[in-house]
């Protein structure tokens, strides 16, 4: 005989569940496709979704920006300096035929970042991902760090990225996505690095928990953490010995590209991303 508490306590749990993935569409057993459900796929599954790449006037940003506009995103790009680059970014996937907004804002004051949330609700009516991307990096010795690199760099990366996580928390939609940009110096911890590797370590923190906190929303928040990626955060004072180095340590023979690091961010976005949650996802190519 079936317990009828038993069954109806299974049956409550089962409807949350798909409530929390439906929100996003995750990928489960609950899924349509699962259910034998004849319905074509839709080939843009987050088509009218929100996104916010922090940071996203070029590099890595960009190329996220560009990546999740591709898989139906609405996207709204953010500068603190180069505004022809993020209007540049906004130009390119409209003429794909996206939808995009930009907006010069610093992440390192509060007001600033509510204020990308707020224009991007205005835009788009939502958000329902949010890239923390934004970072800086100074290079020294602990004996030659001046106070001024020291605090810039912790300003942007640990601050910045606090304001940003802070306003998401509050305002991504339930079953949305929070992916924080880290760094796999956190395992390299080269010579030079330490302030740097240290903020970036702080962001994989932020991220597991977070995600608890966000929990029974359907919200899943991560670290991602490239390796050497060809940008000039990366290049720059480097010669192409040093650069050619670290592609001979990485088991594909190369540094990664920023489209590499985009690929890894839509598939976390994806229906079928949802269940990587609290976690520091080490997109590298091997070389750690």
Known sequence: MINDKNSFSRRNFIAKTTLAVGAFGAGSIFSSQALGSSAPENPKPNEGKVAIVTGSSRGIGEAIA???????????????????????????????GGEATWLQSDVRKPEAVRELFDVTEE????????VNNAGVMKLASFSEMTDEDFNYVMDTNLKGGFNVLREAARRVRDGGRIISTSSSITLLKLPTYGPYAASKAALQIYSSTLAKEVGGRGISVNALSPGVVNTTLFTDGKTEEQIEGFAKRTPHGRIGEPEDIAAVVSALCSPDGWWVNGQTVFANGGLV
């Open 123 to 130: 835009a788009f009516g939502g958000v329902d991902v949010v």
């Open 66 to 96: 560009k990546r999740l506009a591709a898989d139906g995103f609405k996207i709204t790009i953010n500068c603190v300096v180069n505004r022809d680059l993020a209007e540049n970014v906004a130009r390119d996937i409209k003429a794909a």
